[in-house]
């Protein structure tokens, strides 16, 4: 069973920096994309960014580049999101998500993928 848990949210300053944590285990597929989504209140599900994990490509929003950062570590199938100049607009919950196609943008068909229970991002003014 795959499972993913955030952690690594919390309150911060307009300006400042967060980073996230994503542990992943169980996989049981030869490769796959693995990145984060957001969801502010009354806001639909936004892709943040995702990076594959064979060739370590990577994608980012437009609305996070030169901001935010995506990396991983293969042996212990874990993804980061260093986060810096935050803004109040990035305040929502982070989820960390998966799927076996390795692609990115991650192309999560409805109903599926792998996620994590999210993780919340709060950036004051």
């Known amino acids: 069973e795959v499972q993913l848990v955030e952690s690594g949210g919390g309150l911060v300053q307009a300006g400042g920096s967060l980073r996230l944590s994503c542990a992943a285990s169980?996989?049981?597929?030869?490769?796959?994309?693995i990145g984060w989504f957001r969801q502010a209140p009354g806001k639909e599900r936004e892709e943040v960014s995702c990076?594959?994990?064979?060739?370590?490509?990577?994608e980012y929003a437009d609305f996070v580049k030169g901001r935010f950062t995506i990396s991983s570590d293969n042996a212990n199938d874990a993804v980061y999101l260093q986060m810096n100049s935050l803004k109040s607009e990035d305040t929502a919950v982070y989820f960390c998500?998966?799927?076996?196609?390795?692609?990115?943008?991650?192309?999560?068909?409805?109903?599926?993928?792998?996620w994590g229970q999210g993780t919340q991002v709060t950036v004051s003014s």
């Open positions: 990076i594959q994990r064979r060739d370590g490509s990577t």
């Open positions: 998500a998966a799927d076996e196609i390795p692609a990115c943008p991650l192309k999560i068909a409805p109903g599926g993928g792998y």
């Open positions: 169980g996989f049981t597929f030869d490769d796959y994309a």
